[in-house]
């Protein structure tokens, strides 16, 4: 390989005007609860799968919110589906649903 | 004698039923695995097959299940199934006794009154086998008259809902419906022409249309009645009516042992069509009593996996609560069903829980699990380990800084692969607390530690533990006299047979304010089932609250349940009753020992406790 | 002379009195507890500016000099209309009044509902209420065991934006408490290490910024994640689990005391009080007013006004300021008739 002195940098923004916001539609029609969520951090929190890896529900739906997809499939089969984080939401969002539905979009989207 | 014409129908439709019949069952019991045929062979001329006779005859004629539970609907069947099987019996008998009738085609039997007009032949059995076969066509008439009114009248017959049935159903129950007042009107016209009924057939022939042109008519009945018949006999195969034939044959295979395994298998075909569409099992649903959720319970699950395959929805839309499996009549293994279902949807990976490999526990001789949801509940495990720190109890909070959820969840929505390396891991990391016995306070976890792991110990719930320990007086309580309800949650109750524990438990304290619809087996589910997913946060709270005020008779506001996830979902749902664990109440009640112990102090005692 | 009833003698329904007082009508207060004030008199100092509370509450008790009239324990069992008129019950005694104001103000978010928060089951999980009333008793907060806690954690909206116990409303006033709150224990244990745990700082008050910047500026800690369970150590310190939502990292501390930030809920019996004169409660549980821009003072019923926080949740300024208005609806609707 030639070097060239650098190496292509990870995306740093947020290009909003590119972001594919399909999955976030595609799971906002499925479960209105999706768009509920006010980023509290509770079901963070709580979670039993997040005591032993970096998974974090509240983060894998803001992801899918500003568009990053494929990180959003691999993140989401982290999760134990025990339901601790439906116990503690405040608003009431369907948390292991959605992570059910983000585990079929990745059957139906091709990332 | 002429070949009767009008039988046709009826004998191609008798021919092609059992014909049927005859090689779905040897399909079938081919198809059963190896090990299946064995221990079917291996029982069959056992005592087993004497039960299984006995039982046949109990459920599928007399339906005594569904007496159990609903008096008239047990009867409607009855009068249905036993009444047309003794008119059956009743017939060949006749035509038998008949001089030179030994040798009778199948028809004959059937259409005995076509043929023989003249019943003295049968001598001092005439009066008797008309009087029996005219009371066994009213009892059938009676029955048909309910079922009529059921279809449009449900409620009255004690049944909220009744099963929508698709066109093959319709067909066969219209032609059903058919074959008795048609087997009536032909027999009342030809007892009107020539008096061979008796109370019944004699009456109407005679006093109630006995001026219809009853010469025409006769022809005409027969045939419709024998058309009946026939359409019934084709649709059968096809229809709900499939379970006329396969239910004999389940209770055989059940009774030498046969069950549903951990995927679809022939036997599962056999319950699928052993399955009557009956509807019991829709009003023994929460969705549907409290959520109006109707159209996705086992009648309809069941059907659609017969035929073809139940959507999404179909699929999903259940708690895994079980009320439907208790209430079955036919006792077809419905949850297993719908699991094995949602098994062949996997949408997990196979190394998704790598993570988890650096876990450990630390070693106990009673190992205490909270599980997931006993850490949103830390007064059940406050309580629990007091009551444990009471009774003395050498005991080690395994999970106190968090824990592998059990597998439950996973398992219980499809996701078995991925459920497996959960429970692979945790089951490694228990066996290496060594402890003498696991004790949980989720009884999720504690039916998917007795029912999936191979644990080197045994799996107490807190609530048997706590009443052993009670009984073994390590623990005493204060009896208060007050009411107090208890919630049986499902894993427990019907997951595990746990019921008689915490109420033995919770008599040391309190007078059981018992319902008995909803109570041990047949309790209400809270709501919170892990089982489902797409049931919303609000509709999960209509359950839970509808499940407290079944409960609930206004004598106390004071309401015990032994689950985490049931407490926190009955408590969220409504504010009038105070739902508490078991555990909590009991330290509530809790006769302090300590004093007793200082003051009885004998030495040997003394020597073993240091 | 007209007479008007006041169910309620906290800040709302003594300066309702006193207005109403000064328009010419005989007024009488009946209150629940045995002394006036309210909340705000069980409360030590109040936010932005920490003044004493009891200042506030003396000024608007300073005006009951036998119009307004005041009864003490005395909680009223029903109301209803008779003609024009209205009659309450009281201790088995009628009293009568031609218009009636519903100022029966709010109850704290009962804490032990959020069982997770450990309210009730650990020593060290105390409410603001309850650390108020430590500032009254000795000017700074104390653990279970007597000690004063080096670290404190102070836990947003409890019973406050939670779905989960049917309290979907913000009660608006615990932000800024709690900023207040970890002033002033800021300024008594100098030493303490204070965490607010918020999901959002909703600082919408003239002041209220400053306050929060005061609070950076003495050095407390802002944490942006909700509280999602509690345990206990068994030195009696309190484990604390959140997320650090703005690192996205799960945090765990353990903390001396944890102080949990109370919302407002429905009056317990203003519901039940109501339905006697067919108002039913808004869909969060508190009184329902005609028109939140054009009539914030006005019932459905004719005659019947309310002002505080028992229409939601209020701070003293807009209590004070819907018990005026109620005051100018009030002598509007008795001099038409």
């Known amino acids: 390989m030639i070097d060239f002195g650098y190496t292509p940098m990870p995306i740093t923004v947020h290009n909003m005007d590119k972001a594919d916001l399909s999955l976030a539609k595609w799971l906002a029609e499925r479960d209105e609860t999706f768009n509920h969520c006010i980023s509290c951090g509770s079901c963070a929190a709580t979670c039993t799968a997040g005591k032993f890896t970096d998974f974090s529900f509240r983060e894998l739906t803001h992801s899918i919110r500003r568009g990053e997809i494929s990180k959003a499939f691999s993140e989401s089969e982290k999760c134990m589906l025990c339901g601790k984080c439906i116990l503690v939401c405040p608003r009431n969002v369907n948390t292991r649903n959605i992570v059910m539905l983000i585990r079929k979009a990745n059957q139906i989207f091709k990332p | 004698m002429r070949y009767p014409t009008f039988t046709l129908p009826f004998t191609i439709g008798l021919s092609f039923v059992l014909l049927y019949i005859l090689v779905i069952w040897t399909i079938w019991i081919v198809r059963l695995s190896r090990r299946e045929q064995k221990i079917v062979w291996k029982r069959l001329f056992t005592l087993r097959t004497i039960k299984a006779i006995w039982e046949s005859f109990r459920e599928g004629l007399l339906h005594h299940n569904i007496y159990k539970k609903n008096a008239v609907l047990g009867f409607m069947h009855m009068g249905l199934a036993f009444g047309w099987f003794m008119l059956i019996v009743l017939g060949n008998f006749e035509a038998r006794l008949y001089p030179h009738g030994v040798i009778n085609p199948p028809y004959y039997p059937i259409f005995f009154e076509f043929f023989r007009h003249d019943l003295t032949p049968l001598h001092e059995y005439e009066e008797i086998f008309t009087f029996l076969m005219d009371f066994f066509l009213l009892l059938v008439m009676t029955s048909i008259g309910l079922a009529f009114f059921k279809r449009f009248r449900s409620r009255a017959l004690g049944m909220r809902r009744t099963t929508k049935h698709i066109l093959i159903d319709r067909v066969a129950i219209t032609a059903l419906w058919f074959i008795f007042p048609l087997r009536l009107f032909a027999e009342s016209v030809t007892a009107g022409l020539y008096n061979t009924g008796h109370f019944f057939t004699n009456f109407l022939g005679q006093w109630v249309i006995y001026n219809l042109p009853l010469d025409y008519l006769y022809y005409p009945a027969w045939w419709a009645y024998s058309i009946s018949l026939g359409v019934f006999f084709i649709a059968l195969p096809f229809s709900r009516y499939m379970h006329i034939p396969t239910e004999i044959l389940l209770i055989f295979l059940r009774k030498y042992g046969v069950k549903e395994k951990n995927n679809h298998s022939t036997f599962t075909t056999i319950e699928l069509n052993a399955c009557s569409r009956c509807g019991i099992c829709i009003d023994a649903c929460q969705l549907s009593t409290t959520l109006n959720i109707s159209d996705t319970q086992p009648a309809y699950f069941l059907r659609d996996l017969r035929y073809s395959k139940p959507n999404e929805r179909l699929r999903e839309t259940c708690m895994l609560c079980m009320r439907c499996l208790d209430a079955c009549p036919v006792g077809i293994e419905v949850t297993q069903i719908r699991k094995n279902e949602r098994n062949e949807f996997p949408l997990f990976g196979t190394s998704n829980y790598d993570y988890l490999s650096e876990h450990k526990y630390p070693k106990a001789k009673v190992a205490y699990f909270a599980g997931c949801m006993g850490h949103l509940t830390p007064s059940v495990i406050k309580s629990t380990l007091a009551l444990f720190d009471e009774a003395g109890v050498d005991y080690t909070f395994i999970d106190k800084d968090g824990s592998i959820c059990c597998g439950r969840p996973l398992q219980q929505n499809g996701q078995v692969d991925a459920a497996k390396q959960l429970i692979d891991k945790n089951n490694t990391i228990i066996n290496e607390t060594n402890a003498d016995v696991l004790v949980t306070s989720c009884p999720i976890c504690a039916s998917e530690f007795k029912h999936n792991y191979r644990l080197n110990m045994p799996v107490l719930h807190h609530s048997q533990f706590l009443n052993d320990l009670a009984k073994q007086h390590k623990l005493t309580f204060k009896n208060t006299g007050e009411k107090i309800i208890y919630h049986d949650p499902c894993e427990l109750s019907r997951g595990l047979g746990i019921t008689k524990e915490p109420r033995e438990l919770l008599k040391n304290s309190f007078i059981l304010e018992e319902n008995k619809k909803n109570t041990g087996e047949k309790s209400l589910c809270c709501g919170g089932s892990l089982g489902i997913t797409n049931t919303s946060l609000p509709q999960k709270m209509a359950i839970a609250s509808d499940a407290v005020f079944q409960l609930y008779d206004g004598k106390t506001n004071l309401l015990a349940t032994a689950c985490p996830m049931c407490k926190k979902t009955l408590a969220m749902a409504q504010e009038t009753v105070k739902v508490l664990d078991i555990a909590e109440v009991m330290l509530n009640n809790l006769e302090p020992k300590k004093k007793k112990v200082q003051s009885q102090k004998e030495p040997a005692e003394a020597e073993v406790l240091s | ?337």
């Not at chain 3, 007082?21 to 009946?30: E, K, N, R």
């Not at chain 3, 000690?147 to 932000?175: N, T």
């Not at chain 3, 339905?275 to 009539?295: C, M, S, T, Y």
């Open chain 3, 1 to 337: 002379m007209k007479e008007v009833a006041i169910i309620g003698g906290g800040v709302t329904g003594l300066e309702a009195a006193n207005k109403l007082a000064q328009l010419g009508y005989t007024v009488t207060i009946f209150e629940r507890e045995k002394t006036p004030g309210g909340h705000v008199a069980q409360w030590d100092r109040l936010f932005p500016n920490r003044r004493n509370s009891m200042e506030v509450v003396n000024e608007f008790k300073s005006h009951l000099n036998g119009n307004p009239a005041i009864f003490l324990s005395t909680a009223i069992d029903k109301i209803s209309r008779k003609g024009a008129r209205f009659t309450l019950e009281a201790k088995g005694k009628s009293f009568d009044a031609d218009a009636v104001l519903i100022a029966t103000g709010f109850e704290l978010f009962p804490a032990e509902k959020k069982e997770e928060y450990g309210y009730g089951i650990y020593d060290n999980v105390i409410t603001s209420a309850e650390l108020e009333a430590m500032f009254k008793e000795h000017g700074y907060p104390v653990t279970k065991s007597g000690k004063q806690p080096q670290r404190i954690a102070f836990i947003h909206c409890v019973g406050s934006r939670d779905e989960k116990v049917s309290r979907p409303y913000c009660s608006k006033v615990c932000c800024v408490t709690a900023v207040k709150q970890s002033i002033e224990v800021k300024e008594a244990i100098p030493s303490a290490e204070i965490y607010c745990l918020y999901m959002d700082l909703r600082m919408f008050g003239p002041g209220y910024e400053d306050l929060y910047k005061e609070a950076q500026q003495k050095g407390v800690n802002f944490l942006r994640g909700r509280l999602s369970e509690t345990s206990e150590l068994e030195d009696g310190r309190v484990l604390i689990k959140t997320e650090d939502t703005l690192s996205a990292k799960p945090l765990k501390m353990s903390v001396d005391l944890v102080v949990l930030m109370v919302g407002m809920s429905p009056a317990e019996g203003t519901s039940e009080l109501i339905a006697g004169l067919d108002l039913k409660p808004n869909k969060d549980g508190f009184v329902e007013i005609i028109d939140q821009h054009i009539n914030p003072v006005k019932t459905k019923a004719e005659g019947i006004f309310t002002a505080g926080a028992c229409t939601g949740p209020n701070n003293i300024t807009d209590s004070v300021n819907a018990a005026r208005s109620a005051a100018i609806e009030i002598h509007q609707y008795l001099s038409s008739k």
